[in-house]
Protein backbone atom coordinates (compact mmCIF):
# COMPACT_ATOMS: atom_id res chain seq x y z
CA UNK A 1 0.00 0.00 0.00
CA UNK A 2 1.26 3.50 -0.76
CA UNK A 3 2.06 6.01 1.76
CA UNK A 4 -0.65 8.04 -0.06
CA UNK A 5 -3.15 5.59 0.50
CA UNK A 6 -2.66 5.42 3.25
CA UNK A 7 -2.97 8.84 4.19
CA UNK A 8 -6.43 8.54 2.67
CA UNK A 9 -7.11 5.73 4.48
CA UNK A 10 -5.93 7.54 8.31
CA UNK A 11 -7.99 10.44 6.97
CA UNK A 12 -10.95 8.73 6.11
CA UNK A 13 -11.08 6.70 9.98
CA UNK A 14 -10.19 10.31 11.68
CA UNK A 15 -13.68 11.21 9.96
CA UNK A 16 -15.46 8.54 10.71
CA UNK A 17 -14.44 8.50 14.18
CA UNK A 18 -16.00 11.83 14.27
CA UNK A 19 -18.84 10.99 12.69
CA UNK A 20 -19.99 8.23 14.97
CA UNK A 21 -18.15 9.27 18.44
CA UNK A 22 -20.10 6.74 20.45
CA UNK A 23 -18.19 3.86 18.80
CA UNK A 24 -15.05 3.10 20.59
CA UNK A 25 -11.80 3.46 17.87
CA UNK A 26 -10.97 0.01 17.82
CA UNK A 27 -14.40 -0.84 15.90
CA UNK A 28 -13.57 1.53 13.14
CA UNK A 29 -10.14 -0.20 12.62
CA UNK A 30 -11.77 -2.99 12.50
CA UNK A 31 -15.05 -3.55 11.94
CA UNK A 32 -16.87 -5.90 14.36
CA UNK A 33 -18.08 -9.39 13.57
CA UNK A 34 -20.68 -9.75 16.39
CA UNK A 35 -22.72 -12.71 15.82
CA UNK A 36 -25.23 -14.55 16.61
CA UNK A 37 -24.28 -18.25 17.46
CA UNK A 38 -27.63 -19.97 16.54
CA UNK A 39 -28.14 -20.96 20.92
CA UNK A 40 -30.91 -19.87 23.13
CA UNK A 41 -31.62 -16.75 24.77
CA UNK A 42 -32.92 -16.15 27.89
CA UNK A 43 -36.78 -15.88 27.77
CA UNK A 44 -39.78 -15.34 29.99
CA UNK A 45 -40.20 -14.08 33.47
CA UNK A 46 -36.63 -14.77 35.26
CA UNK A 47 -36.13 -13.11 38.88
CA UNK A 48 -32.93 -11.55 39.74
CA UNK A 49 -31.65 -12.78 43.20
CA UNK A 50 -29.11 -11.21 45.57
CA UNK A 51 -26.80 -13.11 47.39
CA UNK A 52 -24.34 -10.70 49.35
CA UNK A 53 -21.58 -12.82 50.60
CA UNK A 54 -19.32 -10.85 52.92
CA UNK A 55 -19.66 -7.20 54.31
CA UNK A 56 -22.43 -4.69 52.89
CA UNK A 57 -24.20 -2.25 54.85
CA UNK A 58 -27.64 -1.11 54.31
CA UNK A 59 -26.89 1.45 52.03
CA UNK A 60 -24.52 -0.44 49.99
CA UNK A 61 -27.29 -2.99 49.56
CA UNK A 62 -29.72 -0.54 48.46
CA UNK A 63 -27.68 1.09 45.51
CA UNK A 64 -27.70 -2.42 43.36
CA UNK A 65 -31.42 -3.43 44.72
CA UNK A 66 -32.42 0.40 43.56
CA UNK A 67 -30.94 -0.59 40.03
CA UNK A 68 -31.71 -3.98 39.51
CA UNK A 69 -35.75 -2.46 40.67
CA UNK A 70 -34.97 0.34 37.97
CA UNK A 71 -34.79 -2.48 35.42
CA UNK A 72 -37.91 -3.20 35.07
CA UNK A 73 -39.96 -0.43 36.39
CA UNK A 74 -40.63 2.60 34.06
CA UNK A 75 -40.09 5.93 35.15
CA UNK A 76 -40.92 9.69 33.85
CA UNK A 77 -37.49 11.20 34.38
CA UNK A 78 -35.34 10.43 31.39
CA UNK A 79 -32.95 9.17 30.89
CA UNK A 80 -33.56 5.56 32.44
CA UNK A 81 -32.83 2.73 33.61
CA UNK A 82 -35.71 0.90 32.01
CA UNK A 83 -34.89 2.71 28.63
CA UNK A 84 -31.40 2.00 29.04
CA UNK A 85 -32.56 -2.29 29.15
CA UNK A 86 -34.72 -1.61 25.97
CA UNK A 87 -31.79 -2.32 23.90
CA UNK A 88 -31.73 -5.67 24.99
CA UNK A 89 -35.23 -6.50 22.73
CA UNK A 90 -33.53 -5.31 19.68
CA UNK A 91 -31.52 -9.09 20.39
CA UNK A 92 -34.77 -10.57 21.07
CA UNK A 93 -36.82 -9.33 17.89
CA UNK A 94 -33.63 -10.33 15.43
CA UNK A 95 -33.85 -13.63 16.84
CA UNK A 96 -37.76 -14.02 17.46
CA UNK A 97 -37.37 -15.13 20.54
CA UNK A 98 -40.13 -13.91 22.98
CA UNK A 99 -38.71 -10.91 25.43
CA UNK A 100 -36.80 -11.65 28.55
CA UNK A 101 -39.35 -10.53 31.76
CA UNK A 102 -37.04 -9.00 34.56
CA UNK A 103 -38.21 -9.68 38.33
CA UNK A 104 -37.00 -8.84 41.54
CA UNK A 105 -36.35 -11.89 43.59
CA UNK A 106 -34.79 -12.99 47.09
CA UNK A 107 -31.73 -11.65 48.50
CA UNK A 108 -29.86 -13.84 51.12
CA UNK A 109 -27.01 -12.44 53.17
CA UNK A 110 -23.71 -14.94 54.03
CA UNK A 111 -21.99 -11.92 56.25
CA UNK A 112 -19.61 -14.48 58.08
CA UNK A 113 -17.54 -15.67 54.77
CA UNK A 114 -19.39 -18.91 55.09
CA UNK A 115 -16.44 -20.28 52.66
CA UNK A 116 -13.63 -17.70 53.38
CA UNK A 117 -12.24 -15.15 52.16
CA UNK A 118 -10.66 -16.25 49.21
CA UNK A 119 -12.66 -17.89 46.37
CA UNK A 120 -12.22 -19.75 43.79
CA UNK A 121 -15.08 -19.76 40.57
CA UNK A 122 -16.10 -23.32 41.79
CA UNK A 123 -17.43 -21.56 45.17
CA UNK A 124 -18.75 -18.62 43.39
CA UNK A 125 -20.81 -21.73 41.85
CA UNK A 126 -21.40 -23.09 45.41
CA UNK A 127 -22.94 -19.57 46.77
CA UNK A 128 -24.83 -18.56 43.41
CA UNK A 129 -26.70 -22.38 44.13
CA UNK A 130 -27.98 -20.59 47.15
CA UNK A 131 -30.44 -18.73 45.43
CA UNK A 132 -33.39 -20.28 43.54
CA UNK A 133 -32.52 -22.65 41.07
CA UNK A 134 -35.46 -22.38 38.53
CA UNK A 135 -35.98 -19.31 36.28
CA UNK A 136 -33.43 -17.39 37.71
CA UNK A 137 -30.19 -15.03 37.34
CA UNK A 138 -28.66 -15.56 40.77
CA UNK A 139 -26.45 -12.78 41.61
CA UNK A 140 -22.96 -13.32 44.06
CA UNK A 141 -21.62 -9.92 45.35
CA UNK A 142 -18.55 -10.16 47.35
CA UNK A 143 -17.60 -7.54 49.67
CA UNK A 144 -13.83 -5.71 49.33
CA UNK A 145 -12.30 -7.90 51.37
CA UNK A 146 -12.65 -10.92 49.54
CA UNK A 147 -10.47 -12.62 47.17
CA UNK A 148 -11.34 -13.72 43.83
CA UNK A 149 -9.93 -16.43 41.94
CA UNK A 150 -8.58 -13.73 38.59
CA UNK A 151 -10.22 -11.29 40.30
CA UNK A 152 -8.63 -7.80 39.67
CA UNK A 153 -6.30 -9.14 37.44
CA UNK A 154 -8.02 -10.08 34.38
CA UNK A 155 -11.36 -9.89 35.86
CA UNK A 156 -14.30 -7.77 37.61
CA UNK A 157 -16.78 -10.31 37.63
CA UNK A 158 -18.37 -13.16 35.36
CA UNK A 159 -21.63 -15.12 34.41
CA UNK A 160 -22.45 -18.43 33.22
CA UNK A 161 -24.82 -21.25 33.95
CA UNK A 162 -25.26 -24.01 36.10
CA UNK A 163 -27.14 -26.89 34.03
CA UNK A 164 -28.13 -30.02 36.49
CA UNK A 165 -29.14 -33.25 35.30
CA UNK A 166 -32.23 -32.02 36.20
CA UNK A 167 -34.06 -29.57 34.09
CA UNK A 168 -35.60 -27.68 37.42
CA UNK A 169 -31.77 -27.22 38.86
CA UNK A 170 -30.57 -25.06 35.67
CA UNK A 171 -30.14 -21.38 36.51
CA UNK A 172 -28.13 -18.64 35.43
CA UNK A 173 -25.20 -16.73 37.45
CA UNK A 174 -23.38 -13.60 38.02
CA UNK A 175 -20.83 -12.31 40.06
CA UNK A 176 -19.34 -9.11 40.87
CA UNK A 177 -17.09 -7.93 43.41
CA UNK A 178 -16.42 -4.84 45.25
CA UNK A 179 -12.81 -3.45 43.89
CA UNK A 180 -12.85 -0.67 46.11
CA UNK A 181 -9.81 -1.70 48.15
CA UNK A 182 -8.65 -4.21 45.18
CA UNK A 183 -8.37 -2.13 42.07
CA UNK A 184 -10.89 0.45 41.56
CA UNK A 185 -9.05 2.10 38.57
CA UNK A 186 -9.63 -1.41 36.92
CA UNK A 187 -12.75 -2.09 38.05
CA UNK A 188 -14.62 0.78 39.41
CA UNK A 189 -13.20 3.25 36.79
CA UNK A 190 -14.44 5.95 35.73
CA UNK A 191 -14.88 6.29 39.18
CA UNK A 192 -11.15 6.33 40.32
CA UNK A 193 -8.06 6.96 38.50
CA UNK A 194 -7.02 4.12 35.55
CA UNK A 195 -4.15 1.85 36.12
CA UNK A 196 -3.10 2.15 32.72
CA UNK A 197 -3.72 4.30 29.69
CA UNK A 198 -4.23 7.99 29.93
CA UNK A 199 -5.32 9.82 32.93
CA UNK A 200 -8.41 12.39 33.50
CA UNK A 201 -9.58 13.16 36.91
CA UNK A 202 -12.09 10.66 37.93
CA UNK A 203 -15.85 11.08 37.77
CA UNK A 204 -17.77 11.29 41.06
CA UNK A 205 -19.96 8.39 41.60
CA UNK A 206 -23.56 9.32 41.70
CA UNK A 207 -24.20 7.24 44.95
CA UNK A 208 -21.43 8.31 45.99
CA UNK A 209 -19.67 4.97 47.06
CA UNK A 210 -16.78 4.01 44.31
CA UNK A 211 -16.89 -0.23 44.81
CA UNK A 212 -20.68 -0.36 44.84
CA UNK A 213 -21.05 2.40 41.90
CA UNK A 214 -18.32 0.43 40.09
CA UNK A 215 -20.30 -2.84 40.48
CA UNK A 216 -23.50 -0.98 39.31
CA UNK A 217 -21.11 -0.98 35.74
CA UNK A 218 -20.24 -4.43 36.17
CA UNK A 219 -23.42 -5.80 37.18
CA UNK A 220 -25.49 -3.86 34.62
CA UNK A 221 -22.77 -5.49 31.85
CA UNK A 222 -22.68 -9.06 32.92
CA UNK A 223 -27.07 -9.06 33.13
CA UNK A 224 -26.92 -7.69 29.62
CA UNK A 225 -24.19 -10.74 28.50
CA UNK A 226 -25.93 -13.29 30.43
CA UNK A 227 -29.65 -13.05 28.70
CA UNK A 228 -28.35 -12.53 25.53
CA UNK A 229 -25.66 -15.11 25.34
CA UNK A 230 -26.31 -17.36 28.58
CA UNK A 231 -25.00 -20.91 27.06
CA UNK A 232 -21.85 -19.58 25.47
CA UNK A 233 -23.87 -20.01 21.92
CA UNK A 234 -25.94 -16.73 22.08
CA UNK A 235 -24.49 -13.36 20.99
CA UNK A 236 -20.87 -12.51 21.14
CA UNK A 237 -18.10 -11.83 19.34
CA UNK A 238 -14.53 -13.24 19.62
CA UNK A 239 -13.26 -16.46 21.04
CA UNK A 240 -15.54 -18.71 22.96
CA UNK A 241 -13.66 -18.61 25.44
CA UNK A 242 -13.29 -15.11 25.62
CA UNK A 243 -15.97 -13.07 24.19
CA UNK A 244 -16.74 -9.60 24.00
CA UNK A 245 -20.66 -9.75 24.56
CA UNK A 246 -23.72 -7.06 24.37
CA UNK A 247 -22.01 -4.96 27.52
CA UNK A 248 -18.04 -6.13 27.01
CA UNK A 249 -18.13 -5.15 23.34
CA UNK A 250 -18.24 -1.36 24.47
CA UNK A 251 -16.03 -1.21 27.77
CA UNK A 252 -15.17 2.04 28.81
CA UNK A 253 -18.00 3.65 26.53
CA UNK A 254 -20.97 5.89 28.92
CA UNK A 255 -22.05 8.84 26.72
CA UNK A 256 -21.48 10.14 23.12
CA UNK A 257 -17.22 11.07 22.43
CA UNK A 258 -16.27 8.38 24.27
CA UNK A 259 -12.84 7.40 23.56
CA UNK A 260 -10.05 5.36 25.42
CA UNK A 261 -9.35 7.35 28.78
CA UNK A 262 -12.55 9.38 28.53
CA UNK A 263 -15.94 8.19 29.72
CA UNK A 264 -18.07 10.24 27.17
CA UNK A 265 -20.16 13.43 27.61
CA UNK A 266 -22.40 12.32 29.94
CA UNK A 267 -24.63 14.22 32.94
CA UNK A 268 -23.48 15.48 36.10
CA UNK A 269 -25.78 16.69 39.20
CA UNK A 270 -25.64 20.35 40.14
CA UNK A 271 -26.14 19.30 43.99
CA UNK A 272 -23.87 16.57 43.87
CA UNK A 273 -21.37 16.94 40.81
CA UNK A 274 -22.00 13.34 40.77
CA UNK A 275 -21.67 12.30 37.14
CA UNK A 276 -24.34 9.97 35.42
CA UNK A 277 -27.02 8.75 32.64
CA UNK A 278 -29.83 7.46 33.96
CA UNK A 279 -32.28 7.54 36.41
CA UNK A 280 -34.06 5.12 38.67
CA UNK A 281 -36.50 4.37 40.76
CA UNK A 282 -36.77 6.44 44.11
CA UNK A 283 -34.64 9.33 42.95
CA UNK A 284 -31.44 7.43 42.19
CA UNK A 285 -29.41 7.81 39.45
CA UNK A 286 -26.76 5.72 37.82
CA UNK A 287 -23.86 5.11 35.44
CA UNK A 288 -24.53 2.53 32.92
CA UNK A 289 -21.90 1.14 30.46
CA UNK A 290 -23.46 1.08 26.36
CA UNK A 291 -24.43 -1.63 24.58
CA UNK A 292 -23.92 -2.81 21.73
CA UNK A 293 -26.75 -2.48 19.52
CA UNK A 294 -26.82 -5.18 17.04
CA UNK A 295 -29.32 -3.35 14.56
CA UNK A 296 -26.87 -0.49 14.42
CA UNK A 297 -23.51 -2.39 14.82
CA UNK A 298 -22.89 0.32 17.57
CA UNK A 299 -22.25 0.69 21.01
CA UNK A 300 -25.66 2.19 22.27
CA UNK A 301 -25.51 5.11 24.66
CA UNK A 302 -28.74 7.05 26.70
CA UNK A 303 -26.63 10.38 26.32
C1 LIG B 1 -21.94 2.12 54.17
O1 LIG B 1 -20.62 2.01 53.69
C2 LIG B 1 -20.21 3.07 52.86
C3 LIG B 1 -18.84 2.73 52.29
O2 LIG B 1 -17.94 2.39 53.28
C4 LIG B 1 -20.23 4.37 53.65
O3 LIG B 1 -19.84 5.44 52.82
C5 LIG B 1 -21.63 4.58 54.17
O4 LIG B 1 -21.67 5.74 54.97
C6 LIG B 1 -22.11 3.40 54.97
N1 LIG B 1 -23.52 3.58 55.30
C7 LIG B 1 -24.04 3.23 56.47
C8 LIG B 1 -25.50 3.45 56.63
O5 LIG B 1 -23.37 2.74 57.34
C1 LIG C 1 -20.78 -15.48 62.60
O1 LIG C 1 -19.54 -15.81 63.20
C2 LIG C 1 -19.42 -15.42 64.53
C3 LIG C 1 -17.99 -15.67 64.99
O2 LIG C 1 -17.50 -16.90 64.54
C4 LIG C 1 -20.46 -16.16 65.36
O3 LIG C 1 -20.37 -15.78 66.71
C5 LIG C 1 -21.86 -15.85 64.83
O4 LIG C 1 -22.83 -16.59 65.49
C6 LIG C 1 -21.93 -16.14 63.34
N1 LIG C 1 -23.21 -15.66 62.81
C7 LIG C 1 -23.95 -16.36 61.98
C8 LIG C 1 -25.21 -15.71 61.51
O5 LIG C 1 -23.68 -17.48 61.61
Not at 5 to 16: A, E, G, T
Not at 198 to 204: A, Y
Request: hydrophobic share 35%.
Amino acid sequence: MSSNILLKLFLLISLLNLSSATTKLTQNDQPLKFQYHNGPLLTGKISINLIWYGKFNVSQRAIISNFINSIFTPIKAQPSVATWWKIIETYYHLTKTPIVTLTMGSQILDQNYSLGKSLTNDQIIKLASKGPQQNSINVVLTSADVAVDKFCTSKCGTHGSSVGKQKSKNFAYVWVGNSETQCPGQCAWPFHQPIYGPQGPPLVAPNNDVGLDGMVINVASLLAATVTNPFGNGYFQGPKEAPLEAGSTCTGVFGEGAYPGYAGNVLVDRKSGASYNANGVNGKKFLLPALYDPTTSKCSTLV
